[in-house]
């Protein structure tokens, strides 16, 4: 599976972007998704997953309210809607794909180049 993860870009605090993860080479129906973030000076952390059928969804506490994953099967898109966007929610984001992960990162098997988000105060 190849993901390629769009959307990033700068924006003012208070306003929304949505990222993209297109993936290739393989169906994503039957994988879970999920996006990371890193930011500078920082570990990769856990923002958001959803299982393949999309029947389960789950975020950071931090992001909770403000973002929504979601997926498009029959175009093979992961999204990510983030609203009210804060500057710690500054970083690159990440998507991963995987039969069974769920939160945990070193479970995921494929991952994107990461999309850069950058909010202003």
């Known amino acids: 599976v190849q993901l390629q993860a769009s959307g990033g870009g700068l924006v003012q605090a208070g306003g929304s972007l949505r990222l993209s993860c297109a993936a290739s080479?393989?169906?994503?129906?039957?994988?879970?998704m999920g996006w990371f973030r890193q930011a500078p000076g920082k570990e990769r952390e856990f923002v958001a997953s959803?299982?393949?059928?999309?029947?389960?969804?789950d975020y950071a506490d931090s992001v909770k309210e403000r973002f929504t994953i979601s997926r498009d099967n029959a175009n093979n898109t992961l999204y990510l809607q983030m609203n009210n966007l804060k500057p710690e929610d500054t970083a690159l984001y990440y998507c991963?794909?995987?039969?069974?992960?769920?939160?945990?990162?070193?479970?995921?098997?494929?991952w994107g180049q990461g999309t850069l988000v950058t909010v202003s105060s």
């Open positions: 991963a794909a995987d039969r069974t992960a769920i939160r945990t990162m070193t479970e995921y098997d494929y």
């Open positions: 080479g393989r169906t994503l129906s039957r994988y879970n």
């Open positions: 959803i299982t393949w059928s999309s029947s389960n969804t």
